[in-house]
């Protein structure tokens, strides 16, 4: 079992960062591949960026085109999304995931095995 924390979720205005950070505790984090999903109201859960358990290969989401950046420090047990250039449309609530076992990063919202409570994004014009 994994338990999974955001933070770093706020108010910031468009052009502005936010860097978000996923605390796990409970089994070995070093195992699993972690993941970044966002949800808006009205709309479905969206990949925004996924990480190997090594950190050695990532993926992304199409829209993010560079401004995010995915991190972990498994030392830490933490993971960690870097946000730039936000804009409005990125205003949701972010999730992190990890899947066990896993063997590479995953795109996927049902591939994911824990989640964690959210963290509110939200990005003013």
């Known amino acids: 079992q994994v338990q999974l924390v955001e933070s770093g979720g706020g108010l910031v205005q468009a052009g502005g960062s936010l860097r978000l950070s996923c605390a796990a505790s409970?089994?070995?984090?070093?195992?699993?591949?972690m993941g970044w999903f966002r949800q808006a109201p009205g709309k479905e859960r969206e990949f925004v960026a996924a990480?190997?358990?090594?950190?050695?290969?990532?993926g992304y989401g199409d829209f993010v085109k560079g401004r995010f950046t995915i991190s972990r420090d498994n030392a830490k047990n933490a993971a960690h999304l870097q946000m730039n250039s936000l804009k409005p449309e990125d205003t949701a609530v972010y999730y992190c995931a990890a899947k066990e076992y896993a063997t590479s990063w995953y795109r996927r919202s049902g591939d994911y095995d824990y989640w964690g409570q959210g963290t509110q994004v939200t990005v003013s014009s």
């Open positions: 409970g089994r070995t984090f070093r195992s699993y591949a």
């Open positions: 990480m190997s358990w090594s950190g050695g290969s990532t």
